[in-house]
């Protein structure tokens, strides 16, 4: 299994300005990805976030207001840009391991307020 | 695309209660299908997960889900649901060819003591 640890667990932020999300995973993985869970909805998946390239986005998102960065293969950032109050959700961070298993794991998961 | 559908936003239960969450999903292809649990204030859990073989999956928790390919079904059972069962249920199906996790709309499981 994968332990992954998401940074800042929760954050009020003013609108207009960004929040950066770090997600650290406590051993290698294959594929990570960012998902948003906006109140009382199930999971949306943002991008992929690929190794040494840029992220694949999914349809209705865009770098320009979520750039995602990985370095490597343990550590993730998501930044949310130029923020409304509409960008009020939890992100998180998930990771898939090898082997025929696959199972995704996910973090705590950031609860993001814009004022 | 890939879409998955539950037929249930929410459930209300009283205990000892038989549970079933209805779960259909659209893709031609080989599909991997999970049933993930978020309890009130914690992140989400993995119940159980398809990948081959036996179609009757046993999850953690006294949950099981049964996958029908000519239904393109993945529905959760439980014979028989505890207080402690109260949480949201999200059933997921990932393309064998795309590696994506997509999501359902949840179902909202209340079971009353």
């Known amino acids: 299994s994968a332990v992954i640890s998401q940074k800042p667990s929760r954050d009020i932020c003013q609108r207009g300005t960004s929040l950066t999300i770090q997600c650290q995973v406590d051993?290698?993985?294959?594929?990570m990805f960012w998902y948003r869970q906006q109140p009382g909805q199930s999971l949306t998946l943002i991008a992929t976030?690929?190794?040494?390239?840029?992220?694949?986005?999914e349809s209705g998102f865009v770098i320009d207001k979520f750039p995602i960065s990985r370095p490597n293969l343990t550590f993730s950032t998501l930044t949310v840009s130029n923020l409304s109050p509409e960008d009020s959700s939890i992100y998180l961070c998930?990771?898939?391991?090898?082997?025929?298993?696959?199972?995704?794991?996910f973090g705590e998961g950031s609860r993001l307020t814009v004022l | 695309a890939q879409s998955v559908s539950q037929h249930n936003h929410h459930v209300i239960l009283s205990e000892a209660a038989s549970l079933e969450l209805g779960c259909n999903y659209s893709?031609?292809?080989?599909?991997?299908l999970f049933w993930y649990v978020q309890y009130p204030g914690q992140h989400l859990q993995l119940l159980l997960k398809?990948?081959?073989?036996?179609?009757l999956v046993k999850g953690i928790k006294g949950f099981e889900a049964e996958f029908i390919k000519s239904k393109f079904s993945f529905n959760l059972r439980k014979p028989s649901v505890q207080w402690s069962d109260t949480a949201e249920y999200f059933c997921?199906?990932?393309?064998?060819?795309?590696?994506?996790?997509?999501f359902g709309q949840g179902t909202t499981l209340q079971v009353k003591p």
């Open positions: 998930s990771a898939r391991g090898g082997g025929v298993a696959g199972e995704l794991f």
């Open positions: 051993s290698q993985v294959t594929m």
């Open positions: 976030a690929n190794q040494g390239s840029e992220a694949t986005y």
């Open positions: 893709y031609g292809g080989t599909v991997n």
């Open positions: 398809y990948f081959s073989g036996d179609p």
């Open positions: 997921a199906v990932k393309a064998s060819n795309t590696g994506k996790l997509i």
